[in-house]
């Protein structure tokens, strides 16, 4: 069997181990050397072009279904859980909280749970209702498990490492949220940056008041792809007497698009978190479809 390998940026240093143990197997093994940013990223085209009879993707569990043969291999880690006793003092005056995780600690979440429970707290784990598969589970575009029990809790506790999965979930949630990061060691509310955030936004959406000219992202990625929101506010621009265009691309280059000197405005349709992380890679605002829509509203309401 022709088989393509595909590992996230923190797996690629284990790509020849995996290739020669299936190569020992008898699979003719290759490699993509493409950069992924998760299941909603699979190198389709590229198994596709080698006709590989096989893509197998690590480190993410399944995101959509797609018309290929994906085998995906989730990558656990066993992160050290002596932080717990720590966050436990920060969380003393929250009785119940929420707990969500990325998939590489899911298999750890119990053991949260009962840390939590033992020393008198309420755990209530979240199921998600969008591309997230596991409860408890977060991506950074899929925040149903913290976002579905919002309301039922008085803190959320994220385990894990790094900000990227916990901040899509503090913007999409009310309650005070907590970072147990076991790798750097640190425990911190992070609620700071709801504000931060809604400044950017709004800052987003003043400096586009002056755009007549509006280029719209369409991501060509698997699970990205969003072509018929992309048409919609085309369309909505164009009714509105402004100017747009799709721009298509697969990973999108800021540097050849801030080229495209045309364009006032750029709206994103792609994946949710490049209107939030990418803001500064670009002179020209980058919003959101919703941010889109608050900038038009305001817009007619000055003519």
Same mark, same amino acid.
């Given at each position: 069997?022709?088989?393509l390998?595909?590992?996230?940026?923190?797996?690629?240093?284990?790509?020849?181990?995996?290739?020669k143990?299936?190569?020992?197997?008898?699979?003719?093994?290759?490699? *993509?050397?493409?950069?992924?940013?998760?299941?909603? #990223?699979?190198?389709? #085209?590229?198994?596709?072009?080698?006709?590989?009879?096989?893509?197998?993707h690590?480190?993410?569990?399944?995101?959509?279904?797609?018309?290929?043969?994906? &085998?995906?291999?989730?990558?656990?880690? &066993?992160?050290?859980?002596?932080?717990?006793?720590?966050?436990? $003092?920060?969380?003393?005056?929250h009785?119940?909280?929420?707990?969500?995780?990325?998939?590489?600690?899911?298999?750890?979440?119990?053991?949260?749970?009962?840390?939590?429970e033992?020393?008198?707290?309420?755990?209530?784990?979240?199921?998600?209702?969008?591309?997230?598969?596991?409860?408890?589970?977060?991506?950074?575009?899929?925040?149903?498990?913290?976002?579905?029990?919002?309301?039922?809790?008085?803190? +959320?506790?994220? +385990?894990?490492?790094?900000? +990227?999965?916990?901040?899509?979930?503090?913007?999409?949630?009310?309650?005070? +949220?907590?970072?147990?990061?076991?790798?750097?060691?640190s425990?911190e509310?992070?609620?700071?940056?709801?504000?931060?955030?809604?400044?950017?936004s709004?800052?987003?959406?003043? $400096?586009?008041?002056?755009?007549?000219?509006?280029?719209?992202?369409?991501?060509?990625?698997?699970?990205?792809?969003?072509?018929?929101?992309?048409?919609?506010? $085309?369309?909505k621009?164009?009714?509105?007497g402004? *100017?747009?265009?799709?721009?298509?691309?697969?990973t999108? #280059?800021?540097?050849?698009?801030?080229?495209?000197?045309?364009?006032?405005?750029?709206?994103?349709?792609?994946?949710?978190?490049?209107?939030?992380?990418?803001?500064?890679?670009?002179?020209?605002?980058?919003?959101?479809?919703?941010?889109?829509?608050?900038?038009?509203?305001?817009?007619?309401?000055?003519?």
């Open positions: 069997m022709r088989i390998l595909q590992f996230p940026e923190g797996l690629k240093q284990k790509a020849l181990a995996h290739a143990l299936m190569e020992g197997e008898g699979h003719e093994v290759f490699v *993509s050397a493409s950069p992924t940013f998760g299941a909603c #990223d699979l190198a389709i #085209d590229e198994a596709r072009n080698i006709k590989a009879d096989k893509l197998v690590y480190g993410h569990a399944e995101f959509h279904h797609v018309d290929f043969n994906v &085998e995906y291999v989730p990558y656990y880690i &066993e992160a050290p859980l002596d932080l717990l006793p720590e966050s436990l $003092k920060r969380l003393e005056q009785k119940t909280i929420g707990l969500v995780t990325p998939i590489q600690h899911i298999n750890q979440l119990d053991a949260v749970k009962r840390f939590y033992d020393h008198g707290k309420n755990v209530i784990i979240g199921r998600p209702y969008g591309f997230a598969k596991q409860p408890g589970q977060i991506l950074g575009c899929d925040i149903g498990s913290a976002a579905s029990i919002d309301r039922q809790v008085d803190a +959320f506790v994220y +385990f894990g490492g790094g900000l +990227f999965h916990p901040l899509g979930a503090l913007l999409s949630t009310t309650k005070p +949220f907590l970072v147990v990061e076991p790798f750097q060691g425990v509310f992070i609620d700071k940056y709801r504000e931060i955030y809604r400044r950017k709004r800052g987003k959406i003043l $400096k586009a008041l002056d755009a007549k000219r509006f280029g719209i992202l369409l991501s060509t990625k698997n699970g990205q792809q969003n072509t018929n929101l992309a048409k919609i506010i $085309k369309r621009i164009e009714d509105a402004y *100017s747009a265009a799709i721009l298509t691309a697969n999108f #280059d800021f540097e050849s698009i801030n080229n495209m000197l045309e364009f006032d405005a750029l709206v994103n349709t792609a994946c949710p978190r490049i209107a939030i992380d990418d803001i500064e890679r670009t002179p020209k605002p980058l919003l959101s479809a919703n941010e889109l829509m608050e900038v038009l509203r305001m817009k007619a309401e000055v003519r």
